[in-house]
């Protein structure tokens, strides 16, 4: 056995939910010296252009662990032209991260916790998702991934431990219509004695806020912006989805695992399959199309977006004028945040583009962009307490 640890933290839904598994570590109160965490990995087309979770062949400089795992550790880093934040928040916190190989099935994921198990010694295994759309039924009009919540919540069925998934702001990733935030409401938290209810403090929030400057996770952006006291409407995503701020937002629930595999027929229907092609092909038997499918045609946009630019030559103040009229424009629709994903859309930035955006934007307008939110009007701004990021999560020894 290498180290004995009590729980693994399982980030369901890649980068952000790795993030926000330490955020969720901390609010629980859970010992960092005691706990394990695990996480797909599995970046915006922006970032990783090639569809899907990657593996462990996709990595240099990973950590072989036992016969099924690999450990992902600050000099980690994907082979080509892609980019994956999790090394850094191993860096930027003091945790090392398994990655969770999503690309072989669910039976995959079971086999590697399995073996961790048998490593590390926990018996509690909570699986993270922000935005929680985890707990869909499989049928909501708006549910755009699946597959990704699909597979973690399937892989972690039958395990010999106790099992509960964990989310916080519900129904902040856009996913779930107010309509299936209700149902949710009724079917899994009334009246119901199993679930545990903790919020995100600002304190805590403070102290992971300083990862948005790099990390471009939208939901667990937004759940850490609500802990930090925004309020209001929030446009987001590629397609301009509208949710709001709200007490919910920094709201943690957990549930029995069994509550939440009952729910989701996707989950259930995935069984014993051996690869996320496999789990593929069960989406579109449900009239559902994955993630995949998605990052497909965001990659061919992508392409033709490039190929179109005359030069690598963006005006700052060009793209700061264009953001302003649009940040004016949607504020009168009672707009109070961009994400930065929407703002990369807004104005049909490539990767590096957006990063020297971000910079400028820093710079001359750091009142209003507070990675990971920018505020549309003018003196509306919320201040982020300044603590200083100590890496007092930091998992020494996983």
């Known amino acids: 056995m290498d180290h004995v640890k009590d729980t693994l933290i399982f980030a369901g839904g890649g980068g952000g939910d790795a993030l926000a598994a330490l955020m969720i570590a901390d609010t629980l109160g859970l010992d960092p010296k005691r706990t394990a965490f695990a996480t797909l990995v599995w970046e915006r087309t922006l970032f990783d252009p090639e569809p899907g979770p990657r593996a462990p062949e996709d990595f240099e400089a990973i950590e072989a662990v036992g016969e099924h795992n690999h450990r992902i550790t600050p000099s980690s880093r994907l082979r080509g032209d892609r980019t994956t934040f999790v090394p850094r928040l191993a860096e930027s916190f003091g945790v090392a991260y398994y990655l969770m190989d999503v690309t072989r099935g669910p039976e995959r994921v079971r086999t590697q916790i399995t073996e961790l198990q048998r490593r590390l010694g926990f018996e509690k295994v909570l699986v993270v998702d922000v935005g929680g759309d985890i707990l869909a039924r499989g049928h909501e009009e708006m549910l755009r991934s699946p597959l990704a919540d699909g597979l973690a919540l399937a892989g972690t069925h039958d395990l010999d431990a106790d099992v509960r998934v964990v989310v916080s702001g519900i129904g902040l990733d856009g996913e779930l219509s107010p309509e299936d935030v209700e149902d949710v409401h009724r079917d899994l938290i009334a009246d119901n004695d199993t679930v545990e209810t903790d919020v995100i403090t600002p304190d805590t929030a403070a102290r992971f806020a300083s990862a948005f400057r790099w990390l471009p ?3 667990s952006g937004l759940t850490t912006a609500a802990a930090l006291g925004h309020r209001g409407i929030a446009e987001i995503r590629s397609s301009g989805l509208r949710v709001e701020l709200s007490d919910e937002s920094r709201t943690v629930r957990s549930f029995t695992h069994e509550d ?17 092609q496999a789990c593929e092909t069960v989406l579109n038997d ?23 630019r005359s030069d690598g030559n963006l005006p700052m103040e060009d793209l700061e004028r264009e953001l302003l009229a649009y940040s004016s424009s949607v504020n009168d629709e009672d707009v109070q945040y961009l994400s930065i994903r929407r703002i990369a859309k807004v104005l049909d930035l490539q990767r590096h583009e957006l990063e020297a955006f971000k910079t400028y934007l820093a710079h001359q307008h750091g009142d209003r962009f507070q990675p990971p939110i920018w505020t549309c009007s003018a003196g509306a701004a919320t201040a982020i307490p300044d603590i200083e990021v100590d890496a007092t999560y930091a998992a020494s020894g996983t």
């Open 217 to 219: 996770s939208e939901v």
């Open 260 to 276: 939440v595999y009952r729910r989701n027929e996707i989950a259930e229907a995935f069984g014993g399959a051996t690869s996320i």
């Open 286 to 308: 449900f009239g559902r199309t994955s993630e995949l499918e998605f990052e497909r045609r965001s990659r061919e946009r992508l392409q033709e977006s490039a190929s179109a």
